[in-house]
Nanobody, 114 residues
Framework: QVQVVESGGGLVQSGGSLRLSCAAS????????VAWYRQAPGKQRDLVATITGSSNANYSDSVKGRFTISRSVAKNTVYLQMSSLKPEDTGVYYC????????WGKGTLVTVSS
């Protein structure tokens, strides 16, 4: 069973940067569309960014111009480079192929202080 592990979260000041990683255990992952989601405290989980198997990327309006999603086929990993972070970016970040409807990993916590 393919699984993903998110990492790279932490505490950062407003305006700072972090890079999140999403490592998968199965090779098929490199051909799949993968998404990053964010769940802020007390709120629903929202889509942040997606990347297709051919590396076409899309972003939510709230992060466009500040976040960059990318992938390494060789490392079977998807990244989320986050810059100009704001306190409202705080939350647990999850990654997975959107087609994995009932799967959620443990996520990685990002806290942005003002």
């Amino acid at each position: 069973q393919v699984q993903v592990v998110e990492s790279g979260g932490g505490l950062v000041q407003s305006g700072g940067s972090l890079r999140l990683s999403c490592a998968a255990s199965g090779s098929i992952f490199s051909m799949m569309t993968v998404a990053w989601y964010r769940q802020a405290p007390g709120k629903q989980r929202d889509l942040v960014a997606t990347i297709t198997g051919s590396s076409n990327a899309n972003y939510s309006d709230s992060v466009k111009g500040r976040f960059t999603i990318s992938r390494s086929v060789a490392k079977n990993t998807v990244y989320l480079q986050m810059s100009s972070l704001k306190p409202e970016d705080t939350g647990v970040y999850y990654c997975k192929p959107p087609s994995w409807v009932n799967y959620w990993g443990k996520g990685t916590l990002v806290t942005v202080s003002s």
